[in-house]
């Protein structure tokens, strides 16, 4: 798991954002005070910080503060830009990299894990362990006992959300809302289907990781 701070005019931008991301292997505060945010960082361990940026004329504060966050204590910087902001984008912005809005929570984990692997940030964390499984996460691969497991994205994404949030039990509306996003309208049985498939895969008498809790959803079992 990585930490990050969100930095926001406004928390109601990026609260249903951070959530999502806690999901995908980052975890986020939200601060809306630009000019205190930027004092706390130095004495938080953070991986990241993610700045929006939305292209009104008040927005040139929040890129004077990227500019500074990065030049003082060297973490990378994801500029979460609003449409107008990318009409108006220009060289004043320094980041590493941004997203444009609909700020999709998928899109925004993959791109600041991609330049914490360029900057050497990544190493054992983007593995997750549990007894004879890997989950390697910088290569989309899933092992046991070092035999690779073929899984289809969406069980992998599924394998990976549980796995990171060993012991914990989730409910298959949650599951979806993570997995599948909050835009999706199928039945919670999909839920059921693609953990039948993935038991099918990486369990087996000597194996078991997952727990489904009866009348409640399922969960990983703690390493």
Not at 10 to 39: F, H, N, P, W, Y
Not at 91 to 96: E, K, M, V
Not at 131 to 159: H, M, P, W
Request: glycine share 8%; hydrophobic share 40%.
């Amino acid at each position: 798991m990585f930490r990050a701070t969100i930095i926001a005019d406004r928390k109601e931008q990026v609260t249903r954002l951070g959530s999502e991301l806690a999901g995908k292997g980052l975890i986020c505060s939200i601060d809306t005070d630009g000019r205190k945010a930027a004092q706390k960082i130095s004495r938080q361990a953070l991986d990241l910080v993610l700045v929006t940026v939305d292209g009104t004329p008040d927005s040139s504060e929040m890129m004077h503060l990227a500019r500074c966050i990065k030049k003082e204590t060297g973490l990378p910087v994801v500029a979460l830009l609003s449409r107008q902001a990318l009409y108006r984008l220009d060289s004043g912005l320094i980041a590493d990299d941004f997203v444009v809005e609909p700020w999709d929570a998928m899109e925004v984990a993959e791109r600041a894990k991609r330049i914490l692997r360029k900057s050497g940030s990544i190493g054992d964390r983007e593995l997750i362990r549990c007894g004879d499984l890997v989950i390697d996460q910088a290569k989309y691969e899933v092992s046991i006992n070092g035999k690779a497991i073929a899984l289809t994205f969406r069980e992998y994404e599924l394998l990976k959300f549980l796995a990171s949030n060993g012991g914990r039990v989730f409910t298959r509306d949650k599951l979806l809302d993570e997995v599948w996003g909050y835009d999706y309208y199928g039945g919670d049985r999909t839920v059921d289907v693609h953990i039948r498939r993935l038991r099918s895969k990486i369990e087996d008498s000597t194996h078991t990781f997952i727990e489904t809790v009866r009348n409640i959803g399922y969960g990983f079992k703690a390493s």
